[in-house]
């Protein structure tokens, strides 16, 4: 009888456990609120990407490339696609780097941006030393044509032209107009065009908020229109500052790129924190800042960011992106120039070694206030 008490008392117990069990789950189950990454968020809007070095293409910065494939869903490679590592010898192609990208993006679904084919810094030694412009000429359509075949229904978008004007808005005397002419950009849209007829084509550069040269570009633009050559996007790099460009500046530039009927894309955002050296000494870009390296004046925050700092950051980043969601029809990619504070350029331009935090990413991988308020600005 008493055994008959027992096993009736272990069962109803045993009982009740799984039942508090199952409830419990549920209930946690339904209290789980599932957040969505900030790509998600956005993507109604725009592609929202980051450049990626390296260190996370090859897997080593294993934290990086974990924020990169959930938060992300553009990626744009910061340096493995461009001319000097693709092609650093007459025919010699190294696509070691850009296959693991390619393979990494579609992997995790991503929309793919090829940078850069054509530009004047990060280009092979043989290209600067080539005489003939016939050779010089060949070398490109046979970059060209390599590269984009190559990755062909692949590499969604290609920024095919990087930074070919001046500020005054006229054509920068690269070695491209030296050695193919004054027209050279039409005739590399072209052969990009042919190489992969889908990919989307994008001419790319800084300062476009400034009227004199965007005006530049847009004669460009219309000047590849009015012949029939396809330019799908303007690429806007969007290196800013705390407090400038200002937003009635970035709101213009916004309107006259659409326009001119091409479609912007924001390629290269990140914003700077620190004092910038051209306030100080006027505004000559091939200027030496070297004689500011280790100074204090110049790298004030080098122990971390102060909260007020971090709270401004956070505003600048919120009323940019405000103005993007109200032109959102006319915007189809924001992309940040990396992901972690600790490997942005900025820590090294326009002075070596300072300490920077110009992205959504601490030094510790986590995200920063600017990454929460963006992430607010849209109801999850
Ligand atoms: O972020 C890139 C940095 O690692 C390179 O050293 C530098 C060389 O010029 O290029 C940086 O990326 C540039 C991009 O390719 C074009 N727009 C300006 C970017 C910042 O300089």
Known sequence: MIQKITRHAFTIITIAIVCILISANG??????????SLSDRYKDLFHLGAAINQ???FGKDVQSLNIVTSEFNSITPENSLKWLYLQPSPNKFNFIAADKYVALGIKNNMNIVGHALVWHN?????????SSSAAFTNHVKNHIHTVVSRYKGKIDAWDVVNEAFKEDGSLRPSVFKKQMGENYIEDVFKLAETADPDADLIYNDYNLYKPAKRAGVLKMVKKLQDNGIKINAIGVQAHWRLKSPSLNEIEQMILDISAAGVDLM???????VLPNPWELVGAE????FSKFEGDPKMDPYPNGLPKEIEIQLAKRYKDI??????????????????VIDQYSWLNDWPIKGRTNYPLLFNREYQPKLAYKTLANLIEN
């Not at 990060?122 to 080539?130: E, G, H, V, W």
């Not at 870009?285 to 030496?288: A, H």
């Not at 992106?321 to 990396?338: A, C, E, N, P, Y």
């Open 122 to 130: 990060q280009l092979a030694d043989f290209m600067k030393n080539t």
């Open 27 to 36: 209930l946690s189950n339904s209290n789980k609120i599932k957040v969505d």
């Open 55 to 57: 260190d996370i293409i």
């Open 321 to 338: 992106f405000k103005l993007f969601m109200k032109h959102q029809d006319k915007i189809s990619r924001v992309t940040f120039w990396g």
């Open 266 to 272: 924001f390629t290269e955002l990140d914003i700077t």
């Open 285 to 288: 870009v091939t200027q030496n």
